[in-house]
């Protein structure tokens, strides 16, 4: 710690924001030592040596990518170590320390210290993550630096893409001096050339209004995005007037997650909210669009005089989970809910939870695009999400 505070310039704080470590030494050498640390990870992560034959094996060593890292004494070219059939993902500790998602989150917490609006807990975090007190300017400079790399990514061009699934959530951000609620509006794609996942773009807005969903859809567009053969998301008022009017052509599929939560606020009795729930899923597990409405039909005649409400909801909303009926049989599953953006959407908010309220929704979006960049890198090199040569 007295060694951090001895350190004068600017660029030696924002240096050790952004690496949190290594200083010295001579390119050459760091190169072969965190080659060589990398290799020790990944044989721990095995649990196995090169080679070696256990039992208890974790996988298999699948050769190298390269990788640069940013350190103190420059860019070094790394080989980052792969593997295959491995029960979790390989990640070393080295980039971890210095990740995207890391590095915003350290910016987010300095702009809350900077403004005032810390609170004993911040200030904390702020010592745990970064050791000393830094000042606005450092701040700025760090912040420009990560959103020129982010607005890079968000502004890179799209492949074409077969599914889209789209969805919003909620973050706490003060704005002209209040606290509101912000949306950040996700949408993930599976790719047409080998199925499989990529977050397409975010964006931090005020409300999920029409307009900005709109505006969110055609940037996509602009971006190469295509015409996608289904889109999968709530049904949001804004969200669904922006889909008639950014992708017409394309079917529609109402979340059967989120039709069944719908459904509750309209049973009449707690003790009917179980069999309800579970006449519903038999009608989604239907095996074809003709079984699931004769399903849907029967349903409504038997609720009709217990729960009008309820039945009359029935008949107008369920058909609009049905589209994915049209897809093939074994893509159904994944594809009849908004359930991937959900999990995106939780593990984004278990980055951005230290922070609480954000300063302002440009700091909002630099951590959470920090956080879906390390996402979506993971999703677009590893195991196919959907087999779309199926019939």
């Given at each position: 710690m007295d060694e951090q505070k001895n350190v004068n310039t600017q660029n030696d704080l924002i240096n050790l924001l952004l690496t949190n470590g290594i200083d010295d030494g001579m390119q050459p050498v760091m190169q072969i030592l965190l080659n060589a640390a990398m290799l020790m990870?990944?044989?721990?992560?095995?649990?196995?040596q090169p080679h070696e034959r256990s039992s208890e094996r974790n996988g298999y060593s699948n050769g190298f990518k390269p990788r640069t890292y940013h350190s103190s004494v420059g860019k070094i070219d790394l080989q980052y170590p792969q593997v295959r059939d491995s029960d979790t993902p390989f990640r070393t500790s080295l980039f971890e320390k210095g990740s995207r998602s890391d590095r915003a989150l350290k910016v987010a917490i300095a702009t809350m210290y900077i403004q005032g609006v810390s609170t004993r807990k911040v200030t904390k975090v702020m010592e745990d993550l970064c050791g000393f007190e830094v000042s606005s300017g450092q701040v700025s400079n760090?912040?420009?630096?990560?959103?020129?790399?982010?607005?890079?990514?968000?502004?890179?061009?799209?492949?074409?893409?077969?599914?889209m699934t789209c969805d919003a959530s909620y973050y706490k951000v003060r704005h002209d001096g209040v606290v509101r609620d912000c949306a950040v509006l996700i949408a993930i794609g599976v790719r047409s050339e080998d199925g499989k996942r990529m977050i397409l773009g975010v964006s931090c807005k005020l409300s999920e209004a029409e307009v900005h969903w709109r505006d969110f859809f055609l940037s996509l567009k602009e971006r190469g995005l295509g015409i996608p053969d289904s889109i999968t998301s709530d049904?949001?008022?804004g969200l669904k007037a922006a889909l008639r009017s950014s992708f017409n052509s394309t079917p529609w599929q109402r979340c059967q997650f989120h039709l069944q939560q719908n459904a509750q606020a309209y049973v009449p009795k707690i003790?009917?909210?179980?069999?309800?729930?579970?006449?519903?899923?038999r009608v989604f597990n239907s095996s074809d669009r003709d079984h699931a409405e004769m399903e849907l039909e029967r349903l409504v005649a038997k609720h009709q005089k217990a729960a009008p409400e309820l039945a009359n909801w029935m008949e107008s909303a369920i058909p609009e989970g049905l589209t994915v009926f049209s897809l093939p049989a074994k893509v159904r599953t994944r594809l009849r809910t908004s359930n991937m953006c959900e999990t995106l959407n939780g593990n984004i908010k278990r980055r951005t939870k230290v922070v609480g309220v954000f300063p302002n929704a440009e700091s909002l979006l630099r951590l959470v695009t920090g956080v879906v960049i390390e996402?979506?890198?993971?999703?677009?090199?590893g195991k196919t999400y959907l087999n779309l040569n199926t019939k």
């Open positions: 990870e990944r044989a721990n992560h095995l649990n196995a760090l912040s420009s630096q990560l959103d020129e790399e982010f607005t890079k990514w968000r502004q890179r061009d799209l492949p074409d893409i077969k599914h049904a949001h008022e003790d009917m909210k179980q069999e309800v729930a579970s006449d519903i899923k996402i979506s890198d993971e999703w677009e090199i």
